[in-house]
């Protein structure tokens, strides 16, 4: 699976961003969605990567799970026919700035797995987010 983050740049606090996370790669029917779990991870300067949010596999809907320090700001979603997640970043802060990575997995998570990083097997390239004051 390669995966292709775009999306990222500057906002002032209290705006907006989407970034997009494309996957490819696979020979199999259907969307690649189905099969695979999409997670988006932040690394700031000094600072260890921090899961932000997930969207699991399936044919569904797909479950979402969201870091305490985003939920009810950050929306993650998900187009199958484009084999694209997206994560809508609203009220942005100035520690909301970072790398942000998608990572792919093909292994089930849980509330309690989705933001460890090694559950992951697959990682786009990072898009840098700056929030200014």
């Known amino acids: 699976v390669q995966l292709q983050a775009s999306g990222g740049g500057s906002a002032q606090t209290g705006g907006s961003l989407r970034l997009s996370c494309a996957a490819s790669g696979s020979t199999d029917s259907g969307s690649i969605l189905d099969r695979t779990t999409i997670g988006w991870f932040r690394q700031a300067p000094g600072k260890e990567r921090e899961g932000v949010s997930c969207i699991t596999r399936g044919d569904g809907g797909g479950r979402t799970y969201y870091a305490a320090s985003v939920k009810g700001r950050f929306t993650i979603s998900r187009d199958r026919a484009k084999n694209t997640v997206y994560l809508q970043m609203n009220s942005l802060k100035p520690e909301d700035t970072a790398v942000y990575f998608c990572?792919?997995?093909?292994?089930?998570?849980?509330?309690?797995?989705?933001?460890?990083?090694?559950?992951?097997?697959?990682w786009g390239q990072g898009t840098q987010v700056t929030v200014s004051s």
């Open positions: 990572a792919a997995s093909h292994v089930s998570v849980i509330a309690s797995t989705w933001s460890t990083s090694t559950y992951y097997g697959y």
